[in-house]
């Protein structure tokens, strides 16, 4: 009888560890005053810059290089949804021309490498 009560605390004591591990995680500070996401590693930080929606993408604080990725953006704020293509610029930048982000919208960028992989990052704009 005991064995069994052990067992039924220690499966339910797992069952809170694993629906609390998203807790642990984080995710780098913002070095540009966007919001940041890491996915596989890498750390894609969304800004506005002027007209356009910016992403920079870094490991660990290193410049990943964009040359030959390409995307498209989607933001969707209230019912209004903008999409434009991303496009690499600079060192480690990918640019969505034309597109505003404002608080609380969401934020889908996909992104393919020029190896053929497929990445795909969520934000939420604060």
Same mark, same amino acid.
């Given at each position: ?9 220690? !499966?339910?004591? +797992? /069952?809170? *560890?694993? %629906? ?6 984080? @995710? $780098?500070?913002?070095?540009?005053? =966007? ?31 964009? !040359?030959?990725? +390409? /995307?498209? *953006?989607? %933001? ?6 903008? @999409? $434009?293509?991303?496009?690499?610029? =600079? ?36």
């Amino acid at each position: 009888m005991k064995f069994k009560r052990f067992l039924s605390v220690a !499966a339910f004591g +797992t /069952g809170v *560890l694993l %629906v609390q591990a998203p807790v642990f995680a984080h @995710e $780098a500070p913002a070095r540009h005053g =966007g919001v940041v996401r890491t996915v596989n590693d890498v750390q894609y930080e969304l800004v506005q810059r002027g007209q356009d929606a910016v992403i920079h993408v870094d490991n660990h604080g290193k410049p990943v290089p964009t !040359a030959g990725m +390409t /995307g498209k *953006l989607v %933001v969707l704020q209230g019912t209004e949804k903008a @999409e $434009a293509s991303l496009l690499p610029s =600079g060192e480690n930048l990918l640019v969505a021309k034309g597109v505003k982000l404002g608080g609380g919208a969401k934020a889908v960028a996909a992104i393919d490498t020029p190896e053929a992989k497929a990445i795909t990052v969520r934000f939420v704009v604060k």
